[in-house]
């Protein structure tokens, strides 16, 4: 009778059915599983469950392992070619067995040292854990349904004349345009962001900052800014005409943000805006 189901190249939860002086063996949904001597927690008995990775050992057996990789089967990582032979390019996923891409699943022939945005799964034939940088083919085709504020996971892709594209969740690409980076991002990076609108044509426009006006962050920054004119001994060199580069700079916001904030400081009699900056009002 078969026993549990378990999913190759994901995380799995399973049940110590045998000790032996290697290791445990672990249920297996048709043969057990071998956790090796140097993963196995201390004190672990028969009847344990514990949590570990399932992949392919050299010789296409499943072995488990109680270490995480940087990705499992049904995601996008981004991760660094450590070989390239003619099998195809090699990448390090946190695993001893390093991952295959194979050349018919390279989008750009890939270059030993250089990282790539890839796409794990399963080859129907061999049941292999393999990955592939045409991630198009592995993204949702569906509309998405994505509300404006949303916040979303972002995994940062390439650089483009706009701006920079992004895959959000796993699913959609979007668009993150220059006058909303307002902090230092990079390739197959993973970050926080929010969705400013999808567009009528689907198409997805990102930030990095929640839009709209948030009167909780609006306070900080008008905060931050007085903090730094005081700084300054009563006058900083910034106001609402000053360069957008020198106010990211400084403050790490767009100069809207920052309008906003000394807008507000000034309404409160707290600074004056002059030719060349803002000056704390005594």
Not at 118 to 146: C, E, G, Q, W
Not at 171 to 190: A, K, L, M, S, T
Not at 206 to 219: E, I, Q, T
Request: aromatic fraction near 8%; proline fraction near 5%; hydrophobic fraction near 40%.
């Amino acid at each position: 009778m078969p026993g549990k189901v378990v999913k190759v190249g994901r995380r799995n939860r399973l049940t110590v059915v045998k000790q032996v002086p290697f290791g445990v063996y672990l249920e297996g949904q048709f043969a057990e599983i071998l956790l090796p001597k140097r993963y196995v927690p201390e004190g672990t008995q028969i009847g344990d469950e514990l949590e570990v990775f399932v992949y392919l050992d050299s010789d296409d057996i499943q072995i488990a392992t109680t270490e995480t990789p940087l990705a499992q089967v049904g995601e996008l990582a981004c991760l660094k070619a450590v070989e390239v032979n003619a099998t195809g390019a090699f990448l390090d996923w946190g695993l001893p067995k390093d991952l295959l891409v194979p050349f018919s699943e390279q989008k750009q022939r890939m270059v030993k040292g250089h990282s790539y945005i890839v796409a794990l799964y399963l080859d129907d034939r061999t049941r292999r854990i393999v990955a592939s940088s045409k991630v198009d083919k592995f993204l949702n085709d569906m509309p998405a349904r994505y509300q404006d504020g949303q916040p979303v996971s972002l995994l940062i892709a390439d650089r483009t004349d706009i701006g920079y594209t992004a895959i959000i969740e796993d699913c959609h690409w979007g668009v993150i345009f220059h006058n909303d980076i307002h902090q230092p991002i990079r390739y197959g990076e993973r970050v926080q962001g929010f969705i400013k609108q999808v567009r009528p044509d689907g198409k997805i426009d990102l930030c990095l900052s929640r839009p709209g006006f948030d009167k909780g962050a609006m306070a900080d920054l008008s905060q931050q800014v007085l903090a730094a004119v005081k700084e300054y001994h009563g006058f900083l060199p910034l106001n609402d005409k000053s360069d957008p580069v020198l106010i990211q700079k400084q403050f790490a916001v767009s100069k809207r943000s920052f309008k906003m904030a000394i807008g507000a400081l000034y309404k409160q009699r707290l600074i004056t805006i002059e030719k060349d900056g803002i000056r704390l009002v005594s």
